[in-house]
């Protein structure tokens, strides 16, 4: 895994997880620390297991050759 793959993983679900505690707030009063971490920690582990799958149907069916 170089640097960027690596921060990518960081930065995609932090931004996301941001985001939509932006959406909720606009729809109620506030977001707690606790929700904010909560979206991020999802929007970590769905990045996770996309990477995971896509790695085993590459291993599994390997990548198109042109």
């Given at each position: 895994?170089?640097?960027?793959?690596?921060?990518a993983m960081?930065?995609?679900p932090t931004v996301s997880g941001t985001m939509r505690a932006?959406?909720?707030k606009?729809?109620?009063?506030?977001?707690?620390?606790?929700?904010?971490?909560?979206y991020i920690?999802?929007?970590a582990v769905t990045t996770w297991a996309t990477q995971k799958l896509y790695d085993l149907v590459d291993d599994r069916f390997g990548?198109?050759?042109?």
């Open positions: 895994m170089t640097a960027g793959e690596a921060l960081v930065a995609r932006r959406r909720t606009k729809e109620q009063e506030s977001v707690t620390a606790k929700q904010w971490l909560s920690a999802v929007a990548t198109p050759h042109d």
